[in-house]
């Protein structure tokens, strides 16, 4: 069965500076790996996403994550931090066989951003 | 991108009552969407995913007679929370796929925060 796991439940960064949340996961397959953002009483929102290629992914927001296969890994990261980040951060890796609808999801990492 | 509604935001009931939350594909058709339940703190548990014109299938540890799921159209699925109690406050999160060959993509409403009094 896979798996995800985010090890820092929550991370407090200073704005401007940069973040890195760390991602693992278990998966017997390629994985279909997804980060995704979760603003309080809100839904989520896709930031990036790996399914194949150029292990560096771009998202929006200026995130960037990288699938590192040896260490199944896909740690999101972002250059300079704004206030307007903080958040909670959710990894999610997907099935394959089923066309990666079905996500597993992290517990998640709370971003906390300090002046 | 594409958006999935959720009605109601917030609904407050009584114990004993049945809720009804509703998640709509407002510009794309969706012949699958997914129920999740989110405890505080806590991450996404998928409950079940609904297709659009057939049964929904419950992941293990979800009794289906408690969460009734009904996809009537490719736009709407609905997720009935019969005979709630105060455990079965949470928030409940929907997701749709695109319909057609596979985007890769999932499309998530906004969450519909239950309390159950």
């Known amino acids: 069965a896979q798996s995800v796991t985010q090890p820092d439940i929550h991370i407090t960064v200073s704005e401007g500076a940069s973040l890195e949340l760390r991602c693992n996961y278990s998966?017997?397959?390629?994985?279909?790996l997804f980060w995704y953002v979760q603003s309080p009483g809100q839904g989520l929102q896709l930031l990036l996403k790996?399914?194949?290629?150029?292990?560096l992914v771009q998202g929006i927001k200026g995130f960037e994550a990288e699938f590192k296969r040896s260490q199944s890994s896909f740690n999101l990261r972002k250059p300079s931090v704004h206030w307007s980040d903080a958040a909670e951060y959710f990894c999610a890796v997907g099935e394959s066989a089923s066309g990666y609808s079905t996500l597993t999801f992290g517990k998640g990492t709370m971003l906390l951003v300090s002046p | 991108g594409a958006v999935v509604s959720q009605h109601p935001s917030w609904v407050i009931c009584k114990s004993g009552t049945s809720v009804k939350i509703e998640c709509r594909s407002l510009d794309f058709q969706a012949t699958t969407m997914f129920w999740y339940r989110q405890f505080p703190k806590q991450s996404l548990m998928l409950m079940a995913t609904s297709n659009e014109g057939s049964k929904a299938t419950y992941e293990q540890g979800v009794e289906k007679d408690k969460f009734l799921i009904n996809h009537a159209s490719l736009t709407l699925s609905t997720l009935t929370v019969t005979s709630a109690h105060p455990e079965d406050s949470s928030f409940y999160i929907c997701?749709?796929?695109?319909?057609?060959?596979?985007?890769?993509?999932?499309?998530f409403g906004e969450g519909s925060r239950l309390t159950v009094l």
């Open positions: 998966y017997g397959a390629t994985p279909y």
């Open positions: 997701s749709a796929r695109v319909a057609g060959p596979n985007t890769g993509e999932l499309f």
């Open positions: 790996y399914f194949s290629g150029d292990t």
